[in-house]
Every structure is written in structure tokens, then in C-alpha cells.
């Protein structure tokens, strides 16, 4: 049998968990003349969630993230390449013509495609110059079938230049033959963008967030992921979830390794003989799901013990007592119980940490609950601060 779960890159097919109110969203939009903007934390299955609707369309889809891109300059190039391996040099080339900075064509008989890059220049708008030709380009060749150009983590184009958003709108606010998908994952600056008045892009397209998957539709997923490991899969897949708490990537994690666990020999002996995962006997009656569920988790934990060891090191002392709150109990983190028990005087000093911690992905707000995004790292800081420091 092969391992019906799959983490840390585009998941399709059987390996896709369900998501089907939101496929149904998303195609209606895109087979729509409106745009999307797919708002949701980093690894939420935003870009699994659209390859796996657009891979249908029949349409030719365009993907560049964001996150990748160093300069305008480069946005542009990417997006010019990116259009070179959607259509025919002989249908782009008359229009390439008219771009206002030269472009360099260079073809590489290797692999068969074709390379641009910009000729040197000094002009004050040269970058908006860039822009404006590359997104003219798309739209020019999308004649035929609409084309779906899907932009990665979008709120990267600030880092870029704060005057982009401006440029690429008095552009894309004329195209009728592309559908724009903009996925972000900083909520406030996608919010920003899209939301505020004065914003470019005020009202550009349809808003959409993305939540966790259901805890009932994904435990049956999961459960259904596990039948043929597992004599109780409902079971192992309810403690699954309830160390994940449904976070899509963390869950699909956490299943492949218990499926491993589960699907080995040594692994099925040690659950018929009842030990847990650091070899000891189990006290009572443990079921196998739970059995290999902690010592999935132990296993994960100790894997990244060196890279949460420096992501600890890089936050102030305000912050390390917020996620240590975080990560010992559920409160409601702004209470007045909750500072209290971390030991900070205000909680609009928790306030700024939980905004900082935000930005830089390490928690994520649903509704009006805050928790640590990656379970394990919340587990890891638990377990070092209750080792015991023994000295001779």
C-alpha cells in the first residue's frame, strides 16, 4: 500500500481533503468575469485548493509566487517567461515588439525554452514601464481562452515597491481576458489592499477566506486514509486531530507518520505489545491509535529540535512568555487571567507580541482564538520546560 497522505507541497487527487463548499466558491468565480482573493495563513491549502480547480478549467493557468520574486524588474521577467511557456514565440513575438524597454530573447536548445531579460536604462519609470508591457502582454495573448494568472503570497508586491499596487490596477482594471487569483497569507496587509478605500485595489475582486477543514470532514478523511493500517481509524484519526486541531498541513503530517508507524512491522509489534514510544509499557489500555499518535509526535518533535532551538533564540523575552502562555493553556490571551499568568503588566504589550508573532507566521488568529500555528513547536516548548535539570 502506498501512504494515502501528503505534506509540503501541492496536494491533489486522493491526497486532497475534501474542501468541497470552497471548490465550488472558487470555480464559480473564475467561470465568472471576477477576480479572487484567497486570504488565510501560510500553509492553510490555499494553493492546493486552486490547482486543484483550475487543473479542470481546461484554461491555460499561469502561477508565480511572489514570495520568490527580487525586484520589479524580476516580477516582470517571471511573468514574460512564465507567458513564453503558455504560448508560441510566433504568437508573442509581434507584441513583444512594441515593449518600451528592449527585451533580451535568448533560447535555451537544452531544455527547449525561451529566456528574458531587460536591456540596461535609466529612466525614471523604467520599472513601471516593465509592468505595465508584461501585464498588456497577458491579456493580449489570452485572445481565445481566458487565461488564469494566479499570484502567490501577493502581499509581497509592497516589499517590492509601496507604488506597484497603483501601477499593476490602472493595468489589470482593464482586462476581460484574464481571471487574477491573489493568494496572501498576512491578513492585515491583504486586508489593507484590498479593503481600505484608498487602496489601488479597493474592491478589485472577490474576497474569499480560507478556514481550517472541518474537524468532522477531515477526521473522516482521515479515518477513511487509515483503514487499512488501523483496526480503529475513527479513533486514530480523533487523536490526530486533536493534536493538529485540524490544521491542514500539520494534520497530513501527522497521519503520514502514524500510517508508517502503523503500516510497519516493527512498529504493528510494538502496538500489539502495548509500549508507547519511548519503548515503555503502556499503564493500562492504550489503544493503538493513541499509541502511535504520541509516538508520531515525539518523533516529529525531536526531528525539528535543532531548528525550533534557533527560531526560540530569535524572539525578545515579551514574546517567549506570550507563545509559553500559548502553548500551557487556552485562554483567551488579551484576558486579564492570561497576563496575569505569563507575568506581562498590560495586554496591549500581549497585543503588539501576538501582532508581531502574526506577521511572522508563528500564530494565527481564528476568529477570536490565537494559537501557536505549528502544534509540534507548541509541544516542543512544553516538553523543554518541564525537563527536569539534573546535576551531580
Known amino acids: 500500500m502506498k501512504n494515502p497522505f501528503k505534506f509540503g507541497s501541492v496536494v491533489d487527487g486522493r491526497h486532497f481533503a ?16 471576477n477576480h479572487l482573493i484567497l486570504i488565510s495563513p501560510r500553509r492553510f491549502g490555499k494553493t492546493s485548493l486552486v490547482y486543484n480547480v483550475t487543473r479542470k478549467l481546461r ?6 509566487n511572489l514570495q520568490m520574486v527580487t525586484s520589479p524588474e524580476d516580477f516582470a521577467r517571471q511573468l514574460v517567461n512564465r507567458i513564453f511557456r503558455l504560448f508560441p514565440f510566433e504568437r508573442i513575438k509581434e507584441y513583444i515588439k512594441n515593449f518600451r524597454i528592449v527585451p533580451v530573447l535568448k533560447f535555451h536548445p537544452a531544455s527547449g525554452e525561451t529566456h528574458i ?9 523604467r520599472d513601471a514601464a516593465i509592468i505595465e508591457d508584461a501585464f498588456y502582454l497577458l491579456e493580449r495573448v489570452a485572445s481565445g481562452k481566458k487565461i488564469v494568472a494566479v499570484f502567490d503570497e501577493f502581499q509581497e508586491i509592497l516589499r517590492l515597491d509601496n507604488t506597484l499596487p497603483a501601477v499593476m490596477r490602472s ?3 482593464h482586462h476581460k481576458n484574464v481571471n487574477y487569483v491573489l493568494l496572501g497569507s498576512q491578513e492585515s496587509l491583504m486586508r489593507e489592499m484590498f ?4 487602496s489601488p485595489f479597493y474592491h478589485f475582486g472577490m474576497v474569499m477566506y480560507l478556514d481550517k477543514i472541518p474537524e468532522a470532514e477531515f477526521r473522516k478523511f482521515v479515518a477513511k486514509g487509515l483503514e487499512g493500517v488501523s483496526s480503529e481509524p475513527g479513533n486514530a484519526a480523533a487523536q490526530i486531530l486533536g493534536v493538529s486541531r485540524s490544521h491542514p498541513y500539520y494534520t497530513q503530517q501527522l497521519a503520514y507518520r502514524v500510517w508508517e508507524l502503523m503500516n510497519s512491522r516493527e512498529g504493528a509489534k510494538q502496538m500489539a505489545e502495548g509500549q508507547i514510544g519511548d519503548g515503555t509499557m503502556a499503564k493500562g489500555k492504550i489503544g493503538e491509535g493513541q499509541m502511535a499518535v504520541d509516538q508520531a509526535v515525539d518523533e516529529l518533535v525531536m526531528m525539528h529540535d535543532i531548528d525550533y532551538e534557533r527560531l526560540w533564540h530569535t524572539f525578545n523575552n515579551t514574546d517567549k512568555k506570550v507563545l509559553v502562555g500559548l ?6 490571551p488579551l484576558s486579564a487571567e492570561f497576563t496575569h499568568k505569563i ?9 503588539s507580541s ?3 508573532l502574526q506577521t511572522d507566521g508563528i500564530v494565527i488568529k481564528q476568529k477570536s482564538d490565537y494559537e501557536i500555528d505549528d502544534p509540534f513547536f507548541s509541544r516542543w516548548i512544553n516538553s523543554k520546560r518541564q525537563q527536569i535539570d539534573v546535576r551531580p
Open 117 to 125: 531579460s531587460f536591456s540596461t536604462g535609466f529612466a525614471d519609470d
Open 195 to 198: 479593503e481600505r478605500k484608498k
Open 343 to 351: 507575568g506581562i503588566a498590560s495586554t496591549s504589550t500581549v497585543f
Open 59 to 64: 484554461r491555460p493557468v499561469l502561477h508565480l
Open 18 to 33: 475534501n474542501r468541497r463548499e470552497e471548490i465550488k466558491q472558487v470555480k464559480s468565480i473564475l467561470n465568472s468575469e
Open 327 to 332: 502553548s500551557e493553556c487556552r485562554r483567551e
Open 171 to 173: 493595468v489589470m482594471q
Open 354 to 356: 501576538l501582532k508581531r
